[in-house]
């Protein structure tokens, strides 16, 4: 299976890795994550599994977290703000990889990712923390009794 990953550095630089090596010629760039706001986003957290990097929205493949926009309870909209502070901390902790494992695609578009850092996955991170779930293919129901 072909991998293809972006290395970034959270505040410092981003440099496309792709098979084979990148050339010295790929262009660097400084990115730092806060919650998105109103209006065009670039660079930032939508959600707990959801995040725009330089321009391009990513989900993140492995999980799935509740959802921040539309909760269907008081419980789900907590959890989703924890989760949404949790990957924002997480992604400017330092370097991850982005790869791509599947799908390149999901059918809104959004960039299909695994998001790991010295080779453990961000949202593995997130589902230990009990913030996320593993991916089944369909969201979960967070409000649950």
Not at 93 to 106: N, S, Y
Request: aromatic content about 4%; glycine content about 8%; proline content about 6%.
């Amino acid at each position: 299976m072909k991998i293809h990953a972006l290395l970034v550095t959270a505040s410092l630089t981003a440099t496309v890795l792709a098979c084979p090596a990148p050339s010295p010629a790929q262009a660097q760039k400084a990115s730092l994550f806060a919650q998105c706001a109103p209006g065009p986003r670039i660079t930032c957290v939508v959600d707990g599994d959801t995040f725009w990097l330089d321009g391009t929205k990513i989900r993140i493949a492995d999980i799935n977290t509740p959802e921040i926009s539309h909760p269907s309870c008081a419980a789900e909209a907590e959890l989703a703000m924890r989760a949404t502070r949790r990957l924002v901390e997480l992604l400017n902790a330092g370097p991850f990889v982005l790869e791509v494992q599947g799908r390149e695609t999901d059918r809104y578009g959004r960039a299909l990712r695994v998001v790991t850092r010295k080779g453990k996955s961000l949202g593995a991170m997130l589902e230990a923390e009990g913030l996320a779930e593993h991916w089944k293919g369909r969201r979960g129901n967070w409000c649950e009794a």
